[in-house]
Structure formats: structure tokens, C-alpha cells
């Protein structure tokens, strides 16, 4: 199959599932185009079969704002005729799967298949906006095929929009053979120097994943259990992050890691990965802390549940249940064989479900359907 494939290129779970697809792809002999503004982060080394096209947008004195979505359409106009794609599979709604949409009717000399994967705030904040709202909503009933990384967002999607057609759900995934249990010792002994426990959380720090609560909690769980915090990402509460820290008298325990490309060995070497988002269409950064044995705390909401399971790969609590959170974390550092059976398990169920080989046959075999016929796509 000849494939395009359009992402955020920068970092966050949608740009690295879309990427990491990609190359899984290529690896099984279809031809894959990523479309994108930048090259995909996660792809800076040459592999057979994977080509990258540059978004450019026209600057014009006449445009206040650039023609993102025109300039993205009239690439991907380009690349399906040149390099004569069956499909473009956008990731995240807005704006890519509009610009997908038009770009299948200009088009008109050939068909192109339009595959949207829906991430979540795509729908749950961007999608509700009156702003976006009609746009987006047709760009999702007007696709040839629809996926969710969750059944819990393909419900939220039909719950919040107009969307009436079929979703069909098809989970994140990890590399078993990059996520897997492989601590470093030199890792571990500059983060955490006296042998203490190790937290870890990853994310973009934006205020959904409430990073003043990983804090907080890390402090309440340092008062009775010293232990050490990585921090790895970098957004807009982390000045928030800081003063709390101070406030709380635990930054000389924390390690600002800033963005990380490789996450793998920091996860590897951790103990307990806490995630209190307030919302989470999946949690990419929770499976790949499982599928590493690293338990994870999080709340019982979005796609969470469809990625944990009470004792496999940690525990959820009630929405908000800081204290909760904290309750299980000492209870986890404190008993190495719970710590040790839920990581097990955790990791087992990582390999089971979310495996790379699994999930990337389910989109081969949905992109199968999508080209042959009708998917739930409206009139
Ligand atoms: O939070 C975002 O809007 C960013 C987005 C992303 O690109 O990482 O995250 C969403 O997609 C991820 C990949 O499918 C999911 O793992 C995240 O749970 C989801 N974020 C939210 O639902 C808040």
C-alpha cells in the first residue's frame, strides 16, 4: 500500500503513535509519505520505504495569519497524485483531517482513502469549540475511515459531536523491543545517589496533566519514604511545578530532565510513574511506563482503564483522590514483591495487547476494509 501520513511532527503521544506507525509500516513493505510541517521527531534516520515531505506555508504580507491548512491540503494534493497514494491517514482531527477531506475532492482523477485517527482534545476541547465544532464534526462523519485510540473517546466523540458513523477503536502501541525492563544503573545512581526510590512522570506539562499534583503527591510519599523525582517534558506549569516544589522544600529532590527522546531507559529505571491528569484519551506515556515495569498511578477516567488494570501495571483511584494516590505509592515502594508482581503483570499485559506487531496489523487490516468499501462514512 502507498500511504501518507499526516501528524504533529513535534513531541506528544499523537506525533509519536502516528511516526512509530509509520515505520512499522515501512519495515512491512508499504510505501509511506509523512506530510508534515517538520520532520517527525522521532524519525531522523533514513529507512528504506519511509519518505518525508515538507509542509511549506507561503508568506504573503496579506496573510495575518498562515494558510496552514490551504498549504497542507495542496501538499497532500501533490503527493497522492505524484506518488500515487491508496490512503492518507491523518492523526488528531483539526486541522488535518479537513485538509484531507478537500484534498480527496480535488482529487477527482483518483481515489484517495481518507483514514482519521482521532487522539482525544482533537474532540474533547478543540472539537467542542464553537470555533471548530461544525468543521470538525463533518471532517470526522466525511472521512472513509474513523478510528479512536480508546472505546472510551470513540463514546466521548459521539457524545460531544453530530458524529453518527462508525468508530472503529484501535489502542496506542509500544516497541516491545524498546520498552521493556532495562535499568541503568549509571541512570539510576544520578537520580537518585543514596539508593532512594525513584518517581518518574512524563509529560507536556499542560495544566490537564495537573504537574503540581505529581509534586505534591511525590512529597507527601517522600515524607514517609525518601525518594527521589524525574520530571521529564516541558510546558507551561512548570513555573507552577517549581514554586511548589520550593514550597514544599522537595527541588533539591527533583531532576528537571526537560525533553527526553528516549524515554525508555529513564521509565526502565524508575519505580512508580504518577499521572493524575485530569484527562487522558489513553495515556501513552502510562503504557510505555508499564510495558517497562514501572507501575503507574493515575486516575480511573478517559482510555485509562482500557490501559490498566487494578494490579496489572499499578492501581487507579477515583478522579482527584490525591491522597489515595499517595496511599498506594508508599504501599507500593514499601513492599518489593506487590511492587514486583504488579510490574510483572504490567509488563505482560503491555506485550499482550498494546504490542507493535498486534495494533499494526489492526490498522493493515482496517485500511484493507477502508479500501474496499464503505466504513460507516455518512452520505
Ligand atoms: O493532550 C493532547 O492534546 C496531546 C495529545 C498528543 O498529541 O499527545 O494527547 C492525546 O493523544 C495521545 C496519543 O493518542 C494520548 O495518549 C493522550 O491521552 C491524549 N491526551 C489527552 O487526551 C489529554
Not at 510505501?31 to 507561503?58: A, C, S
Not at 470526522?140 to 466523540?157: F, K, R
Amino acid at each position: 500500500m502507498r500511504i501518507g501520513i499526516t501528524c504533529y511532527p513535534s513531541i506528544g503521544g499523537s506525533g509519536v503513535v502516528a511516526t512509530e506507525l509509520g515505520k512499522q509500516l515501512a519495515e512491512r513493505g508499504h510505501q509511506v509519505h509523512f506530510i508534515t510541517y517538520d520532520t517527525p521527531f522521532r524519525l531522523h534516520q533514513h529507512q528504506q520505504g519511509v519518505t518525508f515531505h515538507e509542509v511549506e506555508v507561503p508568506n504573503y504580507p496579506l496573510f495575518r495569519y498562515p494558510p496552514y491548512l490551504l498549504a497542507l491540503t495542496n501538499k497532500m494534493i501533490e503527493v497522492s497524485r505524484f506518488c500515487r497514494l491508496d490512503l492518507l491517514h491523518v492523526h488528531y482531527a483539526i486541522p488535518h483531517a479537513t485538509s484531507a477531506v478537500l484534498a480527496r475532492s480535488v482529487l477527482r482523477e483518483r481515489s484517495v482513502k481518507v483514514v482519521t485517527t482521532l487522539h482525544g482534545t482533537d474532540v474533547s476541547l478543540l472539537g467542542t469549540d464553537p470555533g471548530f465544532y461544525d468543521l470538525v464534526a463533518w471532517s470526522i462523519n466525511a472521512s472513509d475511515g474513523v478510528t479512536a485510540v480508546s472505546a472510551a473517546l470513540a463514546e466521548d466523540t459521539r457524545v460531544k459531536l453530530p458524529v453518527t458513523r462508525d468508530i472503529e477503536v484501535i489502542h496506542n502501541f509500544v516497541d516491545p523491543a524498546v520498552y521493556a525492563r532495562r535499568p541503568s544503573p549509571a541512570l539510576r545512581a544520578a537520580l537518585a545517589p543514596a539508593g532512594e526510590a525513584l518517581v518518574v512522570h512524563v509529560s507536556n506539562f499542560r495544566g490537564v496533566k495537573r504537574p503540581v499534583d505529581v509534586v505534591r503527591g511525590f512529597a507527601a510519599i517522600n515524607g514517609r519514604l525518601p525518594c527521589r523525582l524525574a520530571l521529564v517534558g516541558e510546558g507551561p506549569e512548570m513555573p507552577r511545578v517549581r514554586a511548589a516544589a520550593a514550597e514544599l522544600g522537595v527541588l533539591d529532590r527533583i531532576s528537571f530532565m526537560g525533553h527526553q527522546e528516549c524515554v525508555a531507559e529513564i521509565l526502565s529505571s524508575a519505580d512508580l510513574f504518577l499521572l493524575p491528569s485530569a484527562q487522558e484519551s489513553f495515556g501513552l506515556a502510562a503504557l510505555e511506563s508499564i510495558a517497562c515495569g514501572t507501575p503507574v498511578l493515575a486516575y480511573r477516567i478517559g482510555g485509562l482503564p482500557e490501559v490498566i488494570e487494578d494490579g496489572q501495571g499499578g492501581f487507579l483511584l477515583p478522579d482527584n483522590d490525591l491522597d489515595g494516590l499517595v496511599a498506594r505509592g508508599i504501599e507500593l515502594l514499601s513492599c518489593p514483591s506487590l511492587w514486583g508482581e504488579v510490574g510483572a503483570a504490567g509488563a505482560d499485559r503491555a506485550r499482550r495487547l498494546f504490542g507493535a506487531s498486534r495494533i499494526v496489523s489492526m490498522y493493515e487490516a482496517y485500511y484493507a476494509r477502508v479500501l474496499q468499501g464503505d466504513q460507516g462514512k455518512e452520505a
